[in-house]
């Protein structure tokens, strides 16, 4: 991998090295600049006309930065790596994996900040499955890890990829306690789900069952990138 000067530390900003890395990552797989300014706002990685922004919480404090990409002609690529294994180093060399449950499902913990601007066109969002090592452990927990592997990655270009992040079995229509039911997760993150699919324009409610607002998705026909599985 090639080396990169990076402008956040000449200039004495702070980032994590799990973020370091996945720039250098983004950067050498797409020969693109780091750190390159446009628009006001530096992009995490600049390729051509496309910019990569890797994030990996607080979706709600970039939207202001994607619109202004997207206002100047910029597509953008919001990059969310969720971690799946963990790789800590213990006392006298020894190491220890710790492997997290991991579902893409997760991504609407964030999705849900930029759902209006999934429609956009030059809107897309990366999820990654990672791999990643730090050298100190507390309750399980590393800090400032590094990245060791990108295991899997679900893209999603538009409204109709957020149903390939669904439950496969969940029924039409489906309220959010079937979200939480098919899915296996709590109420909250199930109505940050059923709130993305509707403002996305995925999904629209249709009346309501058992005091619980019923949706249904619109056909993936209406959309140029159909869902994938």
Same mark, same amino acid.
């Not at 990569?52 to 002609?73: A, C, M, S, V």
């Not at 930029?114 to 399980?140: F, M, Q, T, W």
């Not at 993305?196 to 607002?213: D, H, P, Q, Y």
């Given at each position: ?38 628009? /006001? %706002?530096?992009?995490? !990685?600049?390729?051509?006309? +496309? @910019? ?8 709600? &404090?970039? *939207? ?8 100047? /002609? %910029?597509?953008?690529? !919001?990059?969310?790596?969720? +971690? @799946? ?8 060399? &020894?190491? *220890? ?133």
């Amino acid at each position: 991998m090639r080396r990169t000067s990076y402008v956040s530390d000449m200039m004495g900003l702070r980032e994590s090295s799990l973020h370091r890395d996945l720039k250098s990552y983004y950067a050498y797989c797409h020969g693109g600049v780091i750190e390159q300014e446009v628009c /006001g %706002y530096k992009a995490d !990685v600049l390729v051509g006309r +496309q @910019a990569y922004e890797i994030q990996t919480k607080g979706f709600y &404090r970039i *939207r202001p930065k994607i619109q202004r990409l997207l206002d100047g /002609g %910029y597509s953008v690529c !919001v990059v969310y790596p969720i +971690q @799946a294994v963990l790789e800590v180093r213990l006392p006298l060399g &020894r190491t *220890r994996k710790l492997r997290r449950r991991f579902s893409p499902i997760r991504a609407f913990e964030e999705l849900v900040y930029i759902a209006a601007l999934l429609p956009h066109g030059r809107v897309s969002i990366e999820i990654l499955k990672l791999h990643e090592k730090g050298e100190r452990s507390r309750r399980n927990r590393a800090r400032n890890t590094r990245l060791v592997a990108v295991l899997g990655r679900w893209m999603i270009r538009g409204p109709s990829d957020l149903a390939s992040l669904l439950p496969p079995d969940l029924p039409s229509p489906f309220t959010t306690a079937d979200i939480a039911e098919k899915a296996g997760i709590g109420k909250n993150l199930a109505d940050k789900v059923a709130y993305t699919l509707r403002v996305s324009g995925l999904a629209r409610k249709i009346g309501s069952r058992n005091r619980f607002v019923l949706y249904e998705l619109f056909s993936p026909a209406l959309y140029s990138h159909p869902p994938r599985g």
